[in-house]
């Protein structure tokens, strides 16, 4: 059976250095997302895209964070600097359709 | 704000109990309804969806939901409970006005043996 592959799992890195992530979508699925899961709390959307365009990216932290999917397949998500704050779950997911969203794994960053 | 509610941080019940977790919904116009499970640093899996038909929705490791339109809720259930299912469930659902997927805060259910 198909699925989201995140990369890597874990994630220790100290405040104010760059961090990146990687999500391959599972294949033919147009639409991905990148979701931030707190502690404790139900996975917040950050960005979202459609093939290589991004649809939303409204909740997304622009002065640190950005995502790129440069060609509509596999994508980044990238922190610089990063904050305490931003010790989290994240979570991509890929989708089909609007109703049907598969999850990766996560990647859990810890930020000291 | 369209969005669904968890009333419950924490559900215990004892190995081969009845297990309900409780979800409320509030969205204008029919709601698609969604329950995930996430066990520890681990994705958020799949459990079920609702989107139109029958009441009571059969998914995935024995578990069920029943939409209950009158009440707004959208209860995951299973019959019997197992160690295993000891877990994070989310109860979610889409935005009739974006297409976004709105998540609860999260029930624990620990079951003990």
């Known amino acids: 059976e198909a699925e989201v592959a995140q990369s890597p799992r874990y994630k220790i890195t100290e405040k104010s250095q760059a961090v990146a992530f990687w999500c391959d979508p599972i294949s033919g699925h147009a639409t991905l997302y990148w979701y931030r899961q707190i502690l404790g709390q139900g996975p917040e959307l950050l960005v979202q895209f459609q093939d290589e365009s991004v649809v939303d990216d409204s909740q997304l932290p622009k002065d640190r964070f950005s995502a790129e999917r440069l060609k509509g397949v596999d994508s980044t998500l990238k922190i610089q600097p990063a904050e305490l704050g931003d010790s989290a779950m994240y979570l991509c997911?890929?989708?089909?359709?609007?109703?049907?969203?598969?999850f990766g794994p996560g990647t859990r960053l810890t930020v000291t | 704000a369209q969005s669904v509610a968890q009333p419950e941080d924490q559900v215990n019940v004892a190995e081969g109990n009845p297990l309900t977790v409780k979800c409320t919904y509030s969205v204008s116009g029919n709601p698609y309804l969604f329950w995930y499970v996430q066990y520890p640093n681990r994705g958020l899996q799949f459990l079920l969806k609702y989107i139109t038909g029958d009441n009571l929705v059969k998914g995935s490791y024995g578990f069920e939901a029943e939409f209950n339109k009158s009440q707004t809720s959208f209860h995951l259930k299973k019959p019997s409970a197992l160690v295993s299912d000891s877990a994070l469930y989310f109860c979610?659902?889409?935005?009739?006005?974006?297409?976004?997927?709105?998540f609860g805060a999260g029930t624990t259910v620990t079951v003990r043996a």
């Open positions: 979610a659902v889409i935005r009739s006005n974006d297409y976004k997927l709105s």
């Open positions: 997911a890929s989708s089909p359709s609007y109703y049907e969203q598969y």
